[in-house]
């Protein structure tokens, strides 16, 4: 089961020690949850008009693209679109640059994604059982095959009523596969190509990306599974900012609203110890190359 490790990080440009930075690779790496319970991201009296769900239309949250500075998912007026984009800008340039100083092995293969802000309760949102991020779950998804790259997050809570952010942290990834993979039947000859032909995945599906979208389906499927497995309740403080690799942990996110997310995707060669990453483990398991 993943452990939750403290980092007494309380400023985002903050520098570290080589000690400090050594621990918090280390325990990333081997699948814990590293908690910064210092760490806000303050918003200003102008920004807290976004502290409301009416801010979104049909979509779970509000998407950023650090790349082209373009926002998509609300439904606010032109006045409050330029405040809201240069808020989301803040957040993925703050995310950034403690990326670039807790872990600056990192630094040069590191690739930031979309950041995002979900202002919407996850309790009780009606949704289909593979959306349900309720149920515990690795990451992967099937539109985004991930190939060689990690999934790394950073998630800040910031609900302005003290509420915090409560996960479930479920077994170690290696008893996850060992419970799925055996049950999940090899790729399909030809499918990858196709679904990357007619545009239905942005690239294409490595068998690393086949067993692990059917580990997520499964773990999700299964309502024994998530009633019965071992899990950690964690609850992440109102101010509280938190990192993961979420396709290594099994995670579940109960209740909560109000947190931003900054997705980066980092190469397993980038790691300190590669041995520990998904695409190693399958491939021990399978015995055979998944890329």
Do not use: C
């Not at 690779?25 to 949850?33: A, T």
Request: charged share 20%; proline share 5%; hydrophobic share 35%.
């Amino acid at each position: 089961m993943s452990a939750v490790f403290e980092l007494p990080i309380t400023d985002w440009n903050q520098t570290f020690s080589q000690e400090l930075t050594e621990q918090a690779v280390r325990s990333l790496e081997q699948g814990d949850v590293l908690i910064l319970p210092q760490l806000h991201f303050a918003l200003s009296e102008e920004e807290n008009q976004f502290l409301s769900p009416s801010i979104i239309g049909k979509s779970k949250n509000v998407s950023f693209d650090p790349k082209t500075g373009k926002v998509q998912g609300s439904i606010v007026d032109d006045e409050a679109a330029v405040l809201l984009q240069k808020m989301m800008q803040r957040y993925a340039t703050f995310a950034k640059g403690l990326m670039d100083h807790l872990f600056p092995e990192y630094q040069q293969d590191l690739i930031q994604s979309r950041t995002s802000y979900r202002p919407l309760e996850i309790a009780g949102r009606t949704t289909s059982w593979r959306k349900d991020d309720t149920r515990l779950h690795v990451d992967s998804f099937p539109a985004t095959p991930v190939q060689d790259k990690r999934i790394l997050r950073i998630f800040t809570n910031v609900n302005p009523h003290g509420k915090p952010r409560s996960w479930r942290l479920g077994e170690s990834f290696e008893k996850v596969a060992q419970r799925f993979l055996p049950h999940i039947a090899s790729p399909t000859w030809g499918v990858s190509g196709f679904l990357n032909s007619v545009g239905l995945t942005k690239s294409r599906r490595s068998d690393y990306d086949h067993y692990m979208l059917r580990m997520h389906d499964g773990m999700k499927a299964d309502l024994d599974y998530q009633a019965t497995v071992e899990h950690l309740a964690y609850d992440f403080p109102a101010g509280s900012t938190w990192i993961v690799f979420t396709d290594h942990v099994s995670h579940a996110a109960m209740a909560g609203q109000y947190v931003f997310e900054q997705t980066f995707y980092l190469p397993v060669h980038a790691m300190n110890d590669e041995s520990q990453a998904p695409q190693r483990i399958l491939e021990r398991m399978k015995q055979q190359p998944l890329l």
